[in-house]
């Protein structure tokens, strides 16, 4: 059973809280599809990636090559409308035998690209992967453009709260690298066409009844909209990878640690268990957050976090304590 609300077609009816029941897309008459508001949206999207693409590329050869860079791109951005849906799978057999598994809850593209597809392992987790941190990569590109733009209100502010702001996205640009890893170029491809996919006819072409109607799929790369979020899609990919700036490219191998597992529990005494894990994680943001800190600064801000947060722990199991009692 497929669960969930299909993504519109445009603002327009993102704003008003629109969006189409899957039961209402995945129906019998394939001729309705023309006409569908979700299936315009995901030609919308994989034409904004190839046109962008071509314009950088006119043969296209990157945009058509095998691999995450080109074809899987363009799956995910075909299926970028039911990026939150889900689809129950497991239970019993297809010819009523026992179960074999309990059902779970699968993103629908995924689920699209393994068992409607047949995709190996690795282009299903890719696929997944794209779609499922797009969002965050473009909360990413948007924060980093108010922080950075000369009008942003923390042009204001004094200089150790803008140095904070500052660390605290490169921090989550860091993670956000850590788990999207060498594909993060490709999430911000399907996160930055998804976007454009999303705009009104300033943007797209609109259809008429009348001869010589416009495309809905003709994408306006002059348009000042769409010139605005390429511009900021281009400068958040710049800023990873140039020195002085973010500088982050590959920092999920490049990153040493100064404590490993071993060392958290010796040095730091946290005993063995998924806190250190915690703590670990913990060491990577604080190094994310301040690159320039040294082995000293990063130990003194760990054992300051592990007090505090035994304390947190400590009062929380007092008040469930207390309201058992």
């Given amino acids: ?107 629908l593209p995924a689920a699209i690209a393994r068992d409607g597809l047949k995709l190996p392992n690795a282009d299903v987790d890719a696929v997944d992967k794209l779609l499922s941190k797009a969002p965050e990569a473009r909360d990413l590109v948007a924060r980093y453009f108010a922080a950075a733009a000369p009008s942003s209100s923390s042009s204001s502010q004094s200089g150790t709260a803008a ?30 066409a998804v976007e454009l996919a999303a705009c009104d006819a300033t ?52 990153l040493v640690p100064y404590f490993d597992g071993k060392a958290v529990m010796s040095d730091l005494g946290v005993a063995p268990g998924p806190r250190v894990g915690l ?3 913990e060491q990577r943001d604080f190094q994310l957050q301040h690159p320039d800190a040294d082995r000293a600064q990063c130990q003194a801000h760990l054992e300051a976090w592990i007090r505090e947060s035994a304390s947190s722990s400590s009062s929380s199991a007092n008040k469930k304590q207390r309201r058992s009692a």
């Fill in 163 to 192: 140095t904070s702001t500052a660390g605290l996205i490169r921090r989550d640009v860091g993670a956000f690298l850590f788990e999207a890893r060498s594909l993060w170029r490709d999430v911000l491809a399907v996160s930055r």
């Fill in 1 to 107: 059973a497929v669960t969930g609300t299909a993504r519109p077609d445009d603002d327009a009816s993102s704003s008003a809280g629109g969006g189409v029941e899957c039961a209402a897309v995945f129906d019998a008459e394939d001729a309705r599809d023309a006409d569908s508001p979700v299936w315009l949206f995901a030609a919308r999207a994989v034409k904004a990636h190839a046109a962008v693409a071509f314009a950088d590329d006119a043969s296209g050869a990157r945009f058509k090559q095998a691999g995450t860079s080109g074809c899987l791109v363009a799956l995910a951005l075909a299926v970028s409308p039911f990026a939150e849906c889900t689809v129950s799978i497991g239970g019993k057999s297809a010819k009523g035998g026992a179960a074999s598994k309990k059902k779970r809850a699968v993103a």
């Fill in 279 to 281: 703590v670990l994680k």
């Fill in 203 to 254: 943007v797209w072409g609109v259809a008429t009844p009348d001869e010589g109607q416009d495309d809905p799929l003709r994408l306006r790369l002059d348009a000042p909209r769409a010139k605005h979020i390429l511009a900021m899609y281009a400068d958040f990919a710049d800023a990873v990878a140039e020195p002085g700036r973010l500088n982050l490219d590959g920092v999920w191998t490049s």
